[in-house]
């Protein structure tokens, strides 16, 4: 352990009061303007030279003193959700709230440039920040243009870290391998023939046509994929009609597909298109199956996973580190991590005593501010020993 991360109060106090800024001000991806403008600020006072990139991301160089270079990537956008929480920092931006932890994320990058522009001897290689737009567009993402832009050029490794509700605060969770799925989408519309609804033998039902197709999707993971793979679709809409006597002509399906690979994301889309062609056949409908492909699967890379685990164990405690199984949300940093070696990491921020038990996207979202700490300390050390 570096003794220097033994004095971090000033700089955790700090992070606290620009994560609850970010949280009262938040904004929605390609519209982060005021937060990109604060970030620059804040890396100005440091003595850093940072540069816009990507409209409304910002990228930052730390140079130390060897060739190697790291980047740690944080992402700044927030989400159309009214903020719900009663406390101080809610939001002032109405529809607008940082209900997935970014604002955590960005305030833990600014405590991370600090400690560095302060202790510039620890940093035996060059440091990289990048705050990245629009990481919530599913499926444009922010990664691919700062990646487009250069954000990777001269970067040997890259790492990034997520607060996590679902683990306890003082805890963080590390995979050697796949930790977060990709994200696709899918848009069925049936075109049927409307009536009477006491004539539906004049009628093509796109309703029960409808019906039909999403039983059989659901079972598509049951039949069609190896059950040691992992694959979720689910159905997260389901409109059409108008009237309760009024067999309507259309009628649209939406839903999500989450795999790891490959070979099982092409499956699935195979097997929704032939259960559609299957079921509009013997009922005299017609479809259209629009697949939307979104951010790859998030695969790290064991080495620099376990350099991150070993650095928390150092900071934290053996006992505060788990193996976490691999889940089915997802995350545009896969795109860095199929460029160059780096990992992701969960940082816990769940804690059921001070009432942070809301999941992410929730109205109520908040965290447990201590788990900044954690990430602050597991976020430098881990650049000291990569750096190595």
């Known amino acids: 352990m570096y003794n220097k991360l033994d004095s971090l109060q000033n700089i955790f106090e700090y992070v606290v009061e620009m994560r609850r800024y970010f949280h009262m001000y938040p904004e929605l991806g390609l519209a982060e303007f005021n937060t990109q403008a604060k970030i620059i600020s804040e ?47 809610r939001s002032r931006n109405p529809n607008v709230c940082h209900a997935c932890g970014h604002d955590g994320h960005t305030a833990m990058l600014l405590g991370v440039a600090r400690f560095f ?7 035996r290689g060059n440091l990289r920040l990048i705050f990245q737009p629009n990481e919530e567009k599913v499926p444009i993402g922010g990664a691919k243009r700062l990646i487009e832009e250069g954000a990777l050029d001269g970067v040997d490794i890259i790492i990034g870290a997520h607060l996590w509700q679902p683990i306890e605060s003082g805890k963080i969770g590390i995979s050697y391998d796949k930790l977060m799925a990709c994200a696709d989408e899918f848009i069925i519309n049936i075109n049927g023939r409307g009536g009477h609804g006491s004539m539906p033998h004049q009628t093509i039902d796109p309703i029960i046509t409808g019906a039909q197709i999403i039983l059989a999707l659901k079972i598509i993971t049951a039949t069609s994929i190896d059950p040691l793979e992992n694959a979720v679709l689910s159905i997260g809409l389901f409109n059409s009609g108008s009237a309760f006597n009024i ?4 009628s649209l399906i939406k839903g999500t597909v989450r795999t790891f690979s490959q070979e099982v994301r092409e499956t699935m889309f195979k097997r929704i298109k032939e259960i559609c062609e299957g079921i509009c056949a013997s009922n005299s409908a017609k479809f259209t199956m629009e697949p939307i492909f979104g951010y790859p699967s998030l695969i790290n890379h064991e080495s620099v996973a376990k350099i991150i685990e070993n650095s928390a164990i150092e900071v934290i405690g053996e006992e505060n580190v788990l193996h976490i199984k691999p889940v089915m949300g997802a995350e545009d940093f896969s795109y860095y991590l199929q460029k160059i070696k780096g990992a992701f990491f969960f940082i816990g921020a769940g804690n059921a005593a001070k009432g942070i038990v809301y999941p992410h996207h929730h109205p109520h979202f908040d965290i447990d501010e201590d788990a900044l700490m954690v990430g602050l300390k597991v976020l430098i050390n881990s650049t000291i020993k990569l750096l190595k």
């Open 43 to 89: 890396l100005e006072s440091f003595g850093l030279k940072p540069k816009k990139i990507g409209d409304t991301g910002v990228i930052c160089e730390i140079i130390g003193s060897g060739p190697k270079r790291v980047a740690i990537r944080a992402d700044i956008d927030a989400l159309p959700i009214d903020d719900a929480i009663d406390k101080s920092y």
């Open 117 to 123: 522009s302060e202790n510039i001897d620890l940093l």
């Open 247 to 250: 067999i309507p002509d259309k």
